[in-house]
């Protein structure tokens, strides 16, 4: 079963530099590219990709980040009517994450991140290696 899945910025960030072809993050994109997981995302997350991704630091091509942005966008699930959020967070560009999220959760949406301490302690925003954990026990 597929499953809706909110990628942090830096989930993307690290699958793509890493060299460990096993590492969890890595596993996310192979299932966003064999379909087996659902991005969703909204045109400020979309906006975000690109930015962070075209840093000079990560030295990845245009090619690539192009591409993903678009396997996204090609397979996701773009949200519009976002929800609110009335938690306090640290970083104020992650609340547009959770919000679509919460937008989303009546679709059982997790959200993958490296960075949880930067989200309210909930059971579906998880970690790369919990959620590989989740969807190989699928």
């Not at 990845?60 to 938690?87: C, F, H, M, Q, Y």
């Not at 999220?101 to 949406?109: E, N, P």
């Amino acid at each position: 079963m597929k499953k809706y899945v909110v990628i942090d910025t830096n989930v993307l960030v690290s699958a793509l530099i890493t060299r460990n072809e096993n590492a969890p993050t890595v596993k996310i994109l192979k299932y966003l590219s064999q379909n087996k997981i659902i991005p969703v995302y909204s045109s400020e997350i979309v906006k975000e990709y690109y930015e962070v991704l075209r840093r000079e630091k990560f030295k990845l091509s245009e090619e690539i980040v192009s591409a993903l942005t678009k396997d996204i966008i090609n397979n996701g699930l773009e949200v519009r009517n976002i929800v609110e959020v009335k938690e306090e967070m640290p970083d104020p560009k992650d609340v547009i994450f959770y919000a679509v999220t919460l937008t989303t959760r009546d679709k059982d949406t997790f959200l993958v991140t490296g960075n949880g301490k930067h989200f309210p302690e909930k059971y579906f925003i998880v970690t790369p290696a919990k959620l590989t954990d989740i969807l190989e026990k699928n």
